[in-house]
């Protein structure tokens, strides 16, 4: 089955930056479209980014346009998201997810399978 694992998450001062991984395995990693979603407390699940499956397209929620980067390492089955002058507001669980198709219009993916999440912490 489909396993994604993140990894990369913890605490940092406003101003700073982390990187989270996910490393996938359980199918053909550069087939499909990855992405990243976060949770805050008592808020839904919101997308992040997302990636196609070389690389060649990538979307971002406005809140993190020029601040996160996603990339990823086919030959590593591996997901990145740099994060770069995070803000208290980035305070959340972020999940790694993969969609059922490698590209779509829009970056509009159906994701449908999850990690368990790593925390990211933001102090002010």
């Known amino acids: 089955q489909v396993q994604l694992v993140e990894s990369g998450g913890g605490l940092v001062q406003a101003g700073g930056s982390l990187r989270l991984s996910c490393s996938a395995s359980g199918r053909t990693f550069s087939r499909y479209a990855m992405g990243w979603f976060r949770q805050a407390p008592g808020q839904e699940r919101d997308f992040v980014a997302a990636i196609s499956w070389s690389g060649g397209s990538t979307y971002y929620t406005d809140s993190v346009k020029g601040r996160f980067t996603i990339s990823r390492d086919n030959a590593k089955n591996t997901v990145y998201l740099q994060m770069n002058s995070l803000k208290p507001e980035d305070t959340a669980v972020y999940y790694c997810?993969?969609?059922?198709?490698?590209?779509?219009?829009?970056?509009?993916?159906?994701?449908?399978?999850w990690g368990q999440g790593t925390q990211v912490t933001v102090s002010s």
């Open positions: 997810t993969t969609a059922s198709t490698g590209w779509a219009r829009q970056g509009r993916y159906d994701f449908e399978y």
